[in-house]
């Protein structure tokens, strides 16, 4: 391992201990990597920590719905949370601690952001027309 990638593993380790030591270097991983990218929602640790769905493999790691900027954890809170043109944030993490990629984790990603991003139940919740099939439009971020 080059010098660089030894002290960030040093210091992620260090920080795990301070700020999550119930959580594996794995897991914090997934829960630091989050934190950075969804930084502009200032979610508590709790929230953050309730994202992970720790898959068996699977290409997901977490996963975070916002609607108007809030965070989504029960069908309920979308209610809570429309507008006439609500604003809908989908966040899917697949974080490694692999020196590569895994290709089977690659494959198995496009399937399951396909599911998630039909969000047949989010428009039945606010009562949003259905989309047909094959129009959704997806944004990443690289």
């Known amino acids: 391992m080059k010098q660089s990638g030894l002290a ?3 210091r992620l380790e260090q920080l795990r201990t ?4 119930h959580l594996s270097a794995t897991a914090y991983f997934q829960l630091i990597t989050a ?9 508590e640790p709790d929230d953050l920590e309730s994202g992970i769905i720790n898959g068996s493999g ?5 996963v975070y719905l916002f609607v108007n900027r809030q965070l989504v954890q029960e069908p309920e809170d979308i209610l809570e949370n429309t507008a006439p043109e609500p604003d809908v944030e989908l966040f899917i993490f697949e974080a490694s601690v692999t020196p590569s990629f ?3 984790k ?3 990603f496009s399937p399951i952001v396909t ?4 969000f047949d139940e989010v428009k039945r919740l606010v009562g949003a027309p ?3 099939a094959g129009s959704a439009r997806m944004e990443t971020n690289s």
């Open 102 to 104: 895994e290709l089977h």
């Open 35 to 43: 934190e950075q990218v969804l930084k502009k929602f200032e979610l």
């Open 58 to 62: 699977d290409g997901v790691d977490s």
């Open 115 to 118: 599911d998630l991003c039909s």
């Open 130 to 132: 259905q989309v047909p």
């Open 106 to 108: 690659v494959r198995n």
């Open 18 to 21: 301070e700020r999550a030591p």
């Open 8 to 10: 960030l593993s040093e």
